[in-house]
């Protein structure tokens, strides 16, 4: 490897910055955001070589953003401000109403407005304007997530020679969902525009090759992409998580003192575990469903399963998350209306966050976590709960769709549409021994351990370095 590059800035380029702008009583103050991007890559930054380019999250007057300027310059984060106007139209609207729907395959959300595309069009330019500021020759940019698909490209026409890595964080859908967005073919020029391009799974890597083949003039080999003289080359990263922070939590004294309280009095009782953003692309509903299924079916259970449901609120301003809470209300206070007793409710339903030192607690003590995406890029939460299980035990139960069932097999692998599968599934983790959950919980550790989050930041810059090294010796020749 050129060492020279180790030495080398990296620009990470988000939607959201790693911490989102609260306002109480005309004081600003940050919080970390949530979502996979920020809480993985969110530690990894403050202890390399980096700044961050990114949103702060809420509309900051004209007259202080200045103030959020100075504040956020010294944790090496840069503001991408944004009007009320781009955020209804490019955040909410394009990325959130078009890309988030048609990519995790639920085309029938997607709105294609003529002006959310405009408006994307623009932001991922004032994107472009803030990096070039701060951008010095020798910089590598990273480039995060699908609310930046164009930027790649704008950056590549005003930086011909500069490192451009690319990494989505979501599913990329087939050729046959793909095109039907109308503006399909700007959006993969745009995203070309970088020298490496990440995805979770081989399976997004193999979709977004043959869709790239069939609507624009490039040649493939393999992984390769060509374009005239620039080659772009596409691989899967699966992203993993800080597992020492994880499993290392469950031994603090705080924690500990949670995880007491948590099982005081349960000891009858199984604890089944779910921790989502609010999304249609998690299954919730189905979740529940499923839960009310094994309820009538297995009346035995009544009384003896508790299920913690935490929904952390998300993207509420567009209508379809709107629903889905409805729904979601709805649903959980039919179950608990029709099974709980005095002392007993099926479902603890908290629509908010929680500190990290409970999430910890709470993975510790779940005797089942139960991740069922519809579609999900990667999926986290279940490596979250394996990293916290220090003894071995607990059963994780994970959708086919999760980009995480690729590397955890040793999970209860379900089919999310399938209720009858995940209630099946709930009775085979109820009833596992406990010698095959260590067997399995075992495996799942080394993997997780082993892949972590550092592994994949190393990784990814490795192969970019790699990817440039050979693309400038080929110009040479
Ligand atoms: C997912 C996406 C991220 C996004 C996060 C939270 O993890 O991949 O890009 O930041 O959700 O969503 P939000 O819309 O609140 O940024």
Not at 18 to 41: D, H, M, Q, R
Not at 231 to 243: C, K, R, S, T
Not at 391 to 400: C, H, P, Y
């Amino acid at each position: 490897m050129d060492t020279s590059y180790t030495s080398m800035k990296t620009v990470i380029i988000s939607n959201r910055l790693p911490v989102k702008i609260i306002e109480e009583n005309n004081e600003y103050t940050f919080i970390p955001s949530e979502g996979g991007l920020a809480t993985g890559l969110g530690d990894v930054y403050k202890n390399g070589n980096s700044i961050w380019v990114g949103w702060p999250g809420i509309e900051v007057p004209e007259d202080r953003q200045q103030e959020v300027v100075e504040k956020l310059a010294a944790l090496n984060l840069y503001p991408v401000f944004l009007t009320q106007d781009e955020i209804n139209l490019y955040y909410e609207g394009f990325s959130n109403e078009v890309l988030w729907p048609v990519f995790h395959y639920l085309v029938t959300y997607a709105h294609y407005e003529q002006s959310y595309w405009d408006c994307y069009r623009s932001v991922n330019d004032k994107f472009a304007q803030t990096t070039l500021k701060l951008l010095n020759k020798n910089d590598r940019i990273w480039i995060q997530d699908y609310q930046l698909l164009l930027l790649p490209c704008i950056l590549r026409t005003q930086q011909p020679f500069a490192t451009i890595g690319f990494f989505q964080h979501i599913p990329f859908p087939s050729y046959e969902i793909f095109r039907l967005i109308p503006w399909r073919k700007e959006l993969l020029n745009g995203l070309i525009g970088a020298d490496l391009i990440g995805f979770h799974t081989y399976d997004d890597v193999r979709h977004f090759i043959s869709t790239a083949t069939r609507l624009l003039p490039v040649n493939s080999t393999a992984n390769v992409l060509s374009k005239g003289d620039r080659q772009i080359v596409v691989e899967a990263f699966p992203m993993g998580i800080d597992f020492d922070k994880f499993s290392g939590l469950t031994t603090t004294q705080e924690v500990k003192k949670e995880i007491d309280y948590f099982k005081s009095g349960k000891n009858e009782v199984k604890f089944i575990l779910s921790i989502d953003r609010l999304d249609y692309s998690k299954g919730i509903l189905e979740r529940l469903r499923a839960l009310e299924l094994l309820l009538q079916h297995h009346p035995e259970y009544i009384g003896k399963i508790e299920l913690y449901m935490i929904v952390v609120p998300s993207r509420d301003s567009v209508p379809q998350y709107r629903d889905l809470k409805e729904q979601i209300d709805q649903l959980v206070g039919n179950i608990n209306a029709k099974y709980r007793s005095i002392n007993w409710i099926p479902i603890n339903y908290f629509y908010r966050s929680f500190p990290i030192e409970v999430l910890s607690a709470l993975y510790a003590t779940a005797d089942i976590c139960l991740v069922t995406p519809m579609r999900d890029g990667m999926n986290l939460v279940s490596k979250e709960y394996i990293a916290s299980r220090n003894q071995n035990d607990g059963v994780l139960i994970l959708s086919e769709m999760a980009g995480a069932s690729k590397e955890l097999t040793d999970a209860l692998i379900v089919n999310p549409n399938n209720l009858g599968d995940i209630m099946e599934a709930i009775l085979v983790a109820l009833k596992m021994p406990l010698d095959e959950q260590q067997r399995r919980m075992k495996a799942m550790r080394s993997i997780v351990e082993k892949f972590n989050v550092k592994h994949w930041v190393q990784n990814f810059i490795l192969r970019l370095n790699e990817v440039k090294d050979t693309q400038k010796s080929l110009l040479t020749k």
